[in-house]
Structures are given as structure tokens and as C-alpha cells.
């Protein structure tokens, strides 16, 4: 498979050819539902596979530190363009490494190290770059953190603006990585007024649904909108910043020379195509798929016994208690993996457990949707998850490799894009 899509590495160096080789064979063979994991486009992959890779590029489209950049500001300015474009907003800084220098830089353009930020606590579904103490975010700045209501597993608003008004962070963010349900960016921004905090919407996970019309946009109601591109916007692994004209300068002067040096040009390309992508009338369509598969398969796992929290979904995104299930979320997620099935475990809210041997697993349909698969193919999805999670809780090694073959089969019938047939 390999040898003939990368014949130059092939040759240069098999041994890591073959580990290539291998990865695809493992993603076209596998249910992967990693809710941050897609699969890009082949004109994705090839846009990041380029020559731009070669350049340096300091600074930004016709203000660089280097020459030679005809070609390379042509890249960026339309990459630039496109994500104003799909996005509505005035200013786009599509050169952080990833989502978490992005949120560095949003650090770096508005507060001082000690200052108070906001964020979600990251065993509640935010991320650790949200003042988490682990995070650089959280031992240079002072982080004070929300989280979800107990008994519902929403965000409390009103818990939200308490804290807010009490702490006057610099920064507030809103956003996470595990959070099934619609965030109300315009509560985050009558709280953050209140508050007289710059309001983040960090949209990493959920970017890909905004573009597509299947999740509210933060536009209009944050200062500034932080996402990743891998992961429901299906590009290469990068990160866009975009804000109204006013924090433009502050934002670009935090990117470069704050924190970053050469921008990633190969990357950079990658990103623009992603973006046309996303702007096609198709997008709309998976980006709507995307939920409706997701509230398929809630509605599925329900039905089989399973606890959700929040008891459902409304975007891409489910986070399962196992608790009741007597099984813990390592062991389920190691589990679905001999099945075929590829997850990842996750500290549910108030999870008695320790992070590394949480209760939950969380899951979501970006990927399978990629793949064509349709809300008809939910039902026998949740009965692979569930007749796995049995199995673990059994030791069951044959029914595992029983699911791995029925999994294979209906992955082969449904190519993943940018992959070899298999
Ligand atoms: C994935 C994610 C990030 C970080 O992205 P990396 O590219 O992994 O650094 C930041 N914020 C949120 C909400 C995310 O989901």
C-alpha cells in the first residue's frame, strides 16, 4: 500500500515506511470515534505534504523578515481570507502551531502573569489551557475555574457569573473538550461584560459544526475566537485565531514575535484547503450529519442501558458514565481499541476516580461521518460499544475479536478520505 503512495520514503527508509504503512491500514480498518480525530481530505494531505515546507517565514504576508516570499504570501493571505470569509470575522491569525499556543498567545495579548483567568475546570470538560493547574496557564496566571451543575451536567450560568463577579478575571474562556451540549456564547458575553473580562471562545472542537451552520457561532459575541483546524474542521493539525479589528494587532504581536518564530507554511496551505472545503455546499451537509449522528447514537446507547452525562448530545460530541455498567473507563477503552474501536477514556464531572483511571469514555461521530456512515448505521454501533463494554467487564477476548471482524467489514465498505482503499 505504502510503497506505492510513498515511493521516495519507501526506498529512503522502509522501517519507517512500514510504520506509515501500518497507520493506514489501522485507520481504514478501525471505528475511530475520537471526537477531536477526522480524516482530511487527500488535497489536504497533499497541500501539507508540499515544498512550502522549505521556507522560512517570519512576520506576515508583506511585512517578513525574509525574501523570496511571493509565493508564501499569496498562501497565508488566502488562507487569511478564506477563514474571514467562512467565519464572518474581521481579523484571522492562521499561524499558531496548535490550539494550545493559541491559547498562550491569547494569554500573552491580554494578561499579565498573575493576573485572574476563567475557564472550565478541566475534569468538568474544559482544557488545560484554560487555567488548569498542570498548564503553564495555570501556574503562571491565577486560574479560576467553573464547572457543570451536578444534577443536570449543564454549564450553571448563574454559578458562571457569581464566580465572574467575584473574581474579575482578565480573561474568561468558554469552550472544552468534552462538552455534548450547545455552549450560549451570548450568556458567556453578557457575564464577561459584567465582569469587564476579555471573553475567549475557544471553538477547537466544535469550529467545524460553526462552519457548517450546525452549532450557534461566538461571532458577535466574544472578543476573540481561538480553534484548532484538525479536528471537526477536518485540516491539518493547526490553529486559527480570529477577532474584531480592534485586538487584530494585539493577537499578531502575540503570535509573532511573542511566541512563535516561522509560521508552518506547508500547514499554512493545508488550512486554506480545508477552509474552500469547509465553504462548499457539502460541508453544511456533514457538519449536520456530524449531529444528527451523534443524537442517533446517544439515542441508541440510551436505549441499551448506558448513562450520558447531561443525558444526551447536541453536537459531535457524547461523554459515557460507565459507572453503572461496573466497568471502568481504562479498562472499556482498552477493550473497544482490541475491538476496533477507537476511544478514548475521560474524567466524567464529579468522577470519583483519578484522572489517569477515570469512569467514563467519551466518543463522537466526527470520523464516521467522514466515512459516509449515516444515522441508520447507530443502532449497531452502540450495540458493538455495548456488547464490548460487556466483554470487558468478562475478559471476553473472543467477542472482542468477534466485533474487530464485523467492524472491518463495514469500514471496508466505507473508505475514509485521504486513504488507500483497503
Ligand atoms: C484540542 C483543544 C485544544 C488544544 O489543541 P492542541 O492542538 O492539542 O494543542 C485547545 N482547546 C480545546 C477546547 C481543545 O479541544
Redesign the pocket.
Known amino acids: 500500500m505504502s510503497a506505492s503512495r510513498h515511493p521516495a520514503l519507501t526506498a529512503v527508509d522502509p522501517e519507517l515506511a512500514s510504520f506509515v504503512a501500518a497507520e493506514e491500514t489501522l485507520q481504514a480498518q478501525t471505528l475511530r470515534l475520537i471526537p ?1 480525530e477526522n480524516y482530511v481530505s487527500a488535497a489536504v494531505l497533499e497541500a501539507s505534504g508540499t515544498v512550502l515546507q522549505n521556507k522560512y517565514s517570519e512576520g506576515y504576508p508583506g511585512r517578513r523578515y525574509y525574501e523570496g516570499q511571493q509565493n508564501i504570501d499569496r498562501v497565508e493571505a488566502l488562507a487569511v481570507e478564506r477563514a474571514k470569509g467562512l467565519f464572518g470575522v474581521d481579523h484571522a491569525n492562521v499561524q499558531p502551531y ?6 498562550l498567545a491569547v494569554y500573552l495579548a491580554f494578561a499579565k502573569p498573575g493576573d485572574t483567568v476563567m475557564g472550565m475546570a478541566l475534569p468538568m470538560g ?5 487555567g488548569w493547574g498542570v498548564s503553564a496557564t495555570g501556574s503562571w496566571f491565577r486560574g479560576v475555574q467553573y464547572g457543570v451543575s451536578a444534577e443536570t451536567g449543564l454549564i450553571d450560568y448563574d454559578a458562571v457569573r457569581e464566580l465572574a463577579l467575584a473574581e474579575r478575571p482578565k480573561i474568561i474562556f468558554c ?3 468534552a462538552l455534548p451540549r450547545t455552549i450560549d456564547f451570548e450568556a458567556f458575553s453578557s457575564i464577561a461584560q459584567e465582569a469587564g473580562s476579555v471573553l475567549v471562545a ?4 466544535i469550529a467545524g459544526l460553526i462552519a457548517g451552520g450546525a452549532h450557534p457561532s461566538p461571532v458577535g459575541h466574544v472578543d476573540v475566537v ?1 480553534t ?1 483546524t ?2 471537526t474542521l477536518r485540516g491539518p ?3 486559527m485565531l480570529m477577532c474584531k479589528e480592534e485586538h487584530a494587532k494585539a493577537l499578531d504581536k502575540a503570535v509573532f514575535p511573542g511566541l512563535q518564530g516561522g509560521p508552518h507554511n506547508q500547514t499554512t496551505a493545508g488550512i486554506a484547503v480545508a477552509l474552500h472545503e469547509a465553504a462548499q455546499p457539502s460541508f453544511v451537509t456533514y457538519a449536520h450529519a456530524v449531529v444528527a449522528n451523534a443524537k442517533a447514537l446517544a439515542a441508541a446507547l440510551l436505549e441499551r442501558g448506558f448513562d450520558l452525562v447531561s443525558g444526551g448530545t447536541d453536537n459531535h460530541l457524547i461523554l459515557m458514565d460507565l459507572t453503572s455498567r461496573g466497568v471502568a473507563g481504562k479498562v472499556a477503552a482498552k477493550a473497544l481499541d482490541r475491538a476496533g474501536i477507537v476511544v478514548n477514556y475521560n474524567t466524567v464531572p464529579f468522577d470519583p476516580r483519578k484522572p489517569f483511571d477515570p469512569s467514563g469514555i467519551r466518543i463522537g461521530t466526527p470520523s464516521l461521518t467522514s466515512r459516509g456512515l449515516g444515522t441508520d448505521h447507530m443502532p449497531v454501533v452502540a450495540e458493538w460499544i455495548s456488547r464490548a463494554v460487556d466483554a470487558a467487564a468478562k475478559s471476553d477476548e473472543p467477542a472482542l475479536a468477534a466485533i474487530r471482524a464485523e467492524v472491518a467489514d463495514l469500514m471496508a465498505a466505507h473508505p475514509a478520505p485521504g486513504l488507500p482503499l483497503s
Not at 496548535?98 to 491559547?103: D, E, H, K, R, V
Not at 474544559?126 to 484554560?130: A, S
Not at 475557544?202 to 472542537?205: E, I, L, S
Open positions: 477531536s496548535s490550539g494550545s499556543p493559541a491559547n474544559g482544557h488545560l489551557t484554560h469552550g472544552g473538550t475557544d471553538v477547537a472542537h481561538s484548532t484538525h479536528k493539525r493547526g490553529a
